[in-house]
């Protein structure tokens, strides 16, 4: 309502700054004018007595001053000899250009909005949109700062492992991977940058292990058979290939030998559940039932492996097409929306996941978290636009 108020009194000062000079008549200048030249033909007097300007430049100066007050003098004769209504222009030139100002301004500019603008867009605090931009600001400033310093220092490794993070939070995977590569190159190979770089070229196909993504990942189980995000990763992998046996046996094993405050534990039971698997008892939940997610459940994944291709990828479109469905009924499910868009993703279904994208934006409005959360999950599979 106060949007609306302001736009009214904004189209109200328009026509207002329209219509005063329609209403106002030719004030006489004659007399002004004459007093506004004798003065400057008395300034050039004292410029010139005090040196200021030369006597050439003085004389010139008094011509054409003088020039310009008899021809003042003669218009302000004329102007008397004449009727200012003669000047005028005729009432009905001022009608019309008072019709154009209350009418069509008035209209053209809120059909302009409504077409260019976006009225139902919710309103975001000054302040936090302040915070965010000081917040981009600064974090460009500061990957500006490092890669300067690594176009002058190109084998300090730190600076390497310092802007890697920040690339993939930035959503500049392909940035990211060639730091990640460029550190294993100056400071060698362990299994976390292994499998950094895999988790980065993960990013960088659009959540989709790639065969590079899956070698780095091996490679780092090589080097520590217990690397957590190594181990997560591949059981991703097993999953997108169709191996749900595998992918349970991986995320069961992982919980089982998980610390009771891993903070990863969470993602691993949601995967695990979405798999089919059963997640076990813990100490922090001993008998937290497995939460109902849309998918095969374990007879389902059972009856999988029996399956031909094409039935097993019927199979997975049906799950899918379930959880859009729950989607639609309950729009408030950060990570179902995640899902589903990993999952179009993984079918190879972009323009699908591009109309999810924008589903769910629209369910997620009003809760900034959760908005904020599915924006970097559409910004890093890159289905902006």
Not at 50 to 79: P, T
Not at 140 to 147: C, F, K, P, R, S
Not at 312 to 326: N, P, S, T, Y
Request: proline share 5%.
């Amino acid at each position: 309502m106060s949007l609306w108020l302001a736009f009214a009194l904004m189209t109200a000062a328009a026509i207002f700054a329209v219509l005063w000079p329609l209403g106002r008549r030719k004030a006489a200048t004659g007399g002004s004018d004459l007093a506004v030249y004798r003065d400057q033909l008395d300034e050039i007097g004292r410029d010139r007595a005090e040196g200021r300007i030369g006597e050439a430049e003085a004389e010139a100066a008094k011509i054409e001053v003088s020039r310009r007050l008899i021809a003042a003098a003669d218009a302000a004769e004329a102007g008397q000899a004449s009727a200012a209504p003669s000047i005028a222009p005729s009432p009905w030139r001022r009608r019309i250009a008072a019709m154009v100002g209350l009418i069509l301004l008035p209209v053209g500019a809120s059909a302009l909005y409504m077409a260019l603008g976006s009225p139902q867009l919710p309103g975001q605090p000054l302040a936090e949109r302040m915070a965010s931009v000081r917040q981009d600001r600064s974090i460009q400033n500061l990957v500006a700062q490092v890669e300067a310093h690594l176009e002058r220092n190109p084998n300090d490794a730190r600076g390497y492992e310092v802007i890697a993070p920040v690339y993939l939070r930035m959503g500049r995977f392909a940035d990211a991977v060639n730091a990640r590569r460029k550190l294993i190159a100056l400071s060698g190979e362990n299994s976390e940058r292994q499998s950094d770089l895999g988790e980065a070229l993960a990013a960088q196909g659009n959540g989709v292990i790639t065969v590079d993504a899956k070698a780095a990942f091996e490679r780092a189980l090589e080097l520590d058979p217990k690397n957590t995000k190594a181990l997560f990763f591949i059981g991703i992998a097993a999953e997108q290939d169709g191996d749900r046996h595998k992918a349970a046996a991986i995320f069961t094993a992982m919980l089982k030998d998980a610390p009771a405050d891993a903070p990863w534990v969470p993602v691993v039971r949601e995967a695990l559940t979405r798999v089919g698997g059963t997640p076990p008892a813990t100490a922090a939940a001993p008998s937290a039932p497995a939460t109902e997610q849309p998918g095969p459940n374990a007879a389902d994944v059972a009856a999988a492996g029996q399956m031909s291709e094409k039935d097993r990828g019927d199979m997975i479109r049906g799950m899918v097409a379930r959880l859009a469905e729950r989607l639609k009924e309950n729009g408030d499910d950060v990570a179902g929306w995640q899902r589903l868009l990993r999952a179009y993703m993984v079918l190879g279904e972009r323009d699908k996941a591009k109309s999810a994208a924008g589903d769910a934006r629209k369910a997620l409005a009003s809760d900034p978290d959760k908005l904020r959360q599915i924006d970097d999950m559409i910004k890093s599979m890159g289905l902006e636009g």
